[in-house]
């Protein structure tokens, strides 16, 4: 669990990096589903890892310097009537006692109190364009400071933004956030290996999708990382696919690429398996070269090697293994060059993972890739997706595969923190046919 003091931490060490400027950080605003119905709330990343606070209508400022306290929070006043209809609220007491707030405003009054906050400071970091309903009130308080030169007051002459500074600092997982995503990533393997074992023939995507979402919900995770893709059949070729409504065929592979979001942090899983529980001979050629591509990619993955470390490792093996089933033709070597196993393989190898599925942080640093380094956490999952053109064998058309897992850079090597979601097909089929 991610303590008050965990929080405080992270504020200072990025508010070490503000020198006389001044972070204003909202959190994310409510949105609406349709008529008088919203979404249900899910707090703003970059705010949520300063703050842990999860209620919306609210803002954070860090102050470095002030005397009367650095850490300022604009959230909703307690009120008795709203939380009969809609629950408890923190309240301002709360911002200071419970999330170690020096001070705590109404979120009501942010108008009046904030452009004095503004004053006498070089600069504002802020996620200018994440909001911009926002950046207009920012922009607003920015320009009433400045109306006051004439009393001596100084406006910050920059907007800097805060990502280049915070990003940074939340690409590398502390151990309360990596105990919050091993247990993520635990309950999106049970989820796993329930739609494996419960599958069969003639089953709608959409069911296979709730046995997923009832793990999820079941192992306490409040949400879905991301919409759940279940894609059945060439279903699997639509990278995004998540319609989620076909029925699932005998002879077809399931494409299954879901994870749990758990106290905000994600997993991120994808495992492909036969609907009817046994590999045919030529989904196994193609999802054997996905799995070594897989596996040469996370032994690529240790401090020191760089972020395309992994991608270049299965893109070899993928090349190769597309030259040897006579996909591909040519070199590997010249197919590499010329990316021809582009025509199957279409999207990079990992991406970052955290508070955001596809997690903030740089993957070049110039002109050179990232060298990775302990507590970076990563996916690795190439995949293939044969397209039904003229010139592909009908046997390969429309079969897509992807295995994905997510890993943590360790000072000695990695850690596969998804590694128990079965994904050789020997172990697939054995989990498949006991229907455990």
Request: glycine share 8%; proline share 5%; net charge negative.
């Amino acid at each position: 669990m991610t303590t008050a003091r965990d929080y405080a931490q992270r504020r200072q060490h990025l508010m070490s990096h503000l020198g006389d400027g001044i972070a204003v950080i909202p959190s994310a605003p409510q949105a609406r589903r349709n008529g008088d119905v919203e979404y249900r709330y899910r707090p703003d990343s970059d705010f949520f890892y300063l703050t842990g606070f999860t209620e919306p209508e609210a803002v954070a400022v860090l102050a470095p310097g002030r005397a009367s306290g650095e850490f300022l929070i604009f959230c909703r006043e307690r009120d008795p009537v709203q939380e009969m209809w809609n629950g408890g609220r923190v309240g301002l007491e709360g911002a200071v006692n419970m999330f170690g707030a020096d001070d705590a405003f109404p979120f009501e009054d942010i108008e009046d109190i904030l452009p004095s906050l503004l004053e006498n400071r070089s600069r504002v970091y802020c996620n200018l364009g994440r909001y911009p309903d926002f950046d207009k009130q920012l922009l607003h308080w920015l320009s009433d400071v400045r109306t006051r030169r004439r009393s001596g007051v100084t406006a910050p002459g920059e907007l800097v933004d805060l990502g280049c500074i915070l990003h940074e600092l939340r690409l590398i997982k502390r151990a309360p956030e990596l105990r919050v995503m091993k247990k993520a990533a635990a309950i999106s393997v049970k989820a796993h290996r329930r739609a494996m074992a419960r599958c069969a023939p003639g089953m709608r995507e959409y069911e296979i999708e709730a046995e997923l979402e009832y793990v999820f919900r079941q192992g306490g995770a409040q949400y879905p990382a991301y919409p759940s893709i279940v894609a059945g059949g060439a279903n699997a070729c639509v990278l995004h696919y998540i319609d989620n409504r076909d029925r699932l065929r005998k002879g077809d592979l399931l494409l299954i690429d879901a994870g749990a979001e758990l106290d905000c942090y994600c997993a991120d899983i994808t495992r492909t398996f036969p609907i009817n529980g046994r590999f045919s001979a030529t989904q196994k050629a193609l999802y054997d070269i996905v799995l070594a591509a897989q596996l040469a990619a996370i032994d690529a993955v240790k401090p020191g090697a760089t972020f395309n470390g992994p991608h270049e490792a299965a893109v070899r093996v993928i090349s190769t293994g597309l030259k040897d089933l006579k996909l591909l033709k040519g070199s590997v070597d010249g197919l590499i060059e010329k990316g021809a196993y582009r025509k199957f393989f279409v999207h990079r190898t990992s991406h970052w993972l955290g508070l955001d599925v596809h997690d903030v942080g740089e993957y070049r640093l110039g002109d050179a890739w990232r060298v990775l380094e302990a507590g970076m956490v990563l996916t690795v999952e190439p995949g293939i997706y044969v397209p039904a053109e003229k010139n592909v064998p009908k046997k390969w058309q429309g079969i897509g595969i992807r295995i994905e897992d997510d890993v943590l850079v360790t000072r000695a090597g990695h850690e596969v923190l998804t590694d128990d979601a079965p994904k050789h097909p020997e172990a697939i089929e054995d989990l498949m046919a006991s229907g455990d």
